[in-house]
């Protein structure tokens, strides 16, 4: 255990596989949509969920237009047992990508919800990157390069009374990215979130497939354009 009270962790796989993309809160929309625009590129991509029957089918239908990918079931509402499960993962590989793509999406009000539940909320929506980041940068930083990409939302710079849990991790989420870029930059990695204002819709400004091509630009751009936030509007 550290000073801090809890240890923090290092990926013990050896080279970082640049081609390799980790993917946490895969599901049928935007996180399909990443996996198919990074697939297309000819990476290999690792999914992550909590349930495993729909993780499958989504993985078969990837497979179907081309897409190389495997799967792993893991929960970020369980931060010991989700902490384990990436350790165990990063044994195995080396993700030279993390996007995490997680959050519990819920109407709720900050003075009637069980704080029990505000912390499982807490822990997808934010705790969860944060392990991804202890858990997978040591790599990147060993390589001097890399790129984790977090799903943000405009919840967490103009808070909602009836999406309460949503923007206090959307806001803890937010300041966990800028404090990780400002560190890991000289490192030669690159940490965002793309904050997502509006609802993400097929044939919307906020299609799923055009909101991937961004996390794929913020993944191939020059350092000298790197920033800690990028937003994209649906108007």
């Not at 030669?188 to 961004?214: E, Q």
């Amino acid at each position: 255990m550290t000073q801090a009270g809890r240890r923090t962790s290092t990926s013990t796989s050896s080279a970082l596989d640049a081609n390799r993309v980790l993917i946490v809160g895969a599901g049928p929309g935007l996180g399909a949509a990443l996996a198919r625009r990074f697939g297309r590129e000819g990476c290999t991509v690792t999914l992550v969920a909590r349930r495993a029957e729909p993780l499958v089918e989504l993985a078969e239908e990837l497979r179907t237009v081309g897409v190389a990918v495997d799967t792993v079931t893991a929960d970020a509402a369980d931060p010991e047992g989700f902490r384990e499960d990436l350790e165990r993962l990063a044994g195995r590989i080396t993700p030279g990508v993390v996007i995490y793509n997680a959050a519990l999406k819920a109407h709720d009000g900050v003075l009637n919800s069980d704080p029990t539940y505000l912390a499982s909320a807490y822990a997808v929506d934010a705790l969860g990157f944060i392990t991804c980041a202890q858990v997978l940068t040591p790599a990147m930083r060993k390589a001097g390069g890399g790129t984790l990409l977090a799903t943000g939302g405009s919840p967490g710079v103009a808070p909602e009374q009836d999406h309460a849990s949503l923007s206090l991790g959307k806001a803890a989420l937010r300041v966990a990215v800028k404090l990780m870029h400002d560190e890991l930059k000289a490192e030669g990695v690159h940490v965002a979130s793309v904050t997502i204002a509006g609802a993400l819709g097929p044939g919307t400004p906020l299609d799923p497939d055009r909101v991937a091509d961004l996390y794929w630009v913020l993944h191939t751009q020059p350092s000298a354009d790197w920033s800690d936030e990028t937003v994209i509007v649906g108007t």
